[in-house]
Structure formats: C-alpha cells, structure tokens
C-alpha cells in the first residue's frame, strides 16, 4: 500500500477518430510517486478500435488493446498489458504482490454490451 493519491485524465482529440489520451496520477499522502502515461486511440472505419498506451513511473510499463465493434452497443476486444508492480499502474493490476519488482505480462479478451 502506497498512501492516497490523486489521477487527472484527459485527452487531446486531432480530429474526429484519433486522440491521444494522457494522464498524471500522484501520491500525496505516503510515500510520494508520481506516474504519467501517454497514449494513442484511432478508429479505423466503423468497426475497429486500437489504443496504445506507455505508462512512465519507477518502471516503464505498456499496453495495447484492439476492439471490434459488431454493433453500436456490442463489442469484443483483446489486448496485451506489461507492468511492474513498482508502479501504480502495476500495483493495482498484479497477480501477486509477493515480488512487486517482477515484470508482469497479461494477455486479455474481453465481450462489452452497453446498455
């Protein structure tokens, strides 16, 4: 357990199908931390969606993740996320917070219905 912290998220749209996501997340009560991350999200067309993702604190950390949209409200997605339990991103995803300095790597699907 790290202490309390703070997360700003935003993103910069260039145009209607690409915008690149970023975020600065703080610990302010604890041991202080800071972690940033920077990313990339374009739809291609209708049905594809793709997002990357560099995440930047003690350990640099990675994630992609590609939908496809069957309909407006049903999608299915896969993706790959790498992450260090040193950072916050990784502390909150680990499997296992035996060893946070090991490198975790984790492969995902997943089906998405909005309502």
Same mark, same amino acid.
């Given at each position: 357990m790290e202490g309390l912290s703070y997360q700003v998220t935003s993103a910069y749209y260039l145009n209607k199908s690409t915008r690149i996501p970023f975020s600065i997340e703080h610990i302010f009560k604890g041991r202080e931390?800071? &972690?940033?991350s920077l990313g990339l999200e374009r739809r291609w067309g209708n049905q594809i969606t793709t997002q990357s993702r560099i995440i930047k604190g003690v350990k640099w950390g990675l994630q992609h993740q590609t939908w496809y949209h069957w309909t407006n409200s049903m999608a299915f997605s896969i993706g790959w996320s790498r992450y260090s339990g &040193?950072?916050?991103?990784?502390?909150?995803?680990?499997?296992?917070i035996a060893d946070p300095s090991l490198i975790y790597d984790e492969f995902f699907m997943s089906m998405q219905y909005q309502f």
């Open positions: 931390k800071t &972690e940033y &040193e950072n916050l991103f990784g502390a909150r995803h680990i499997p296992s």
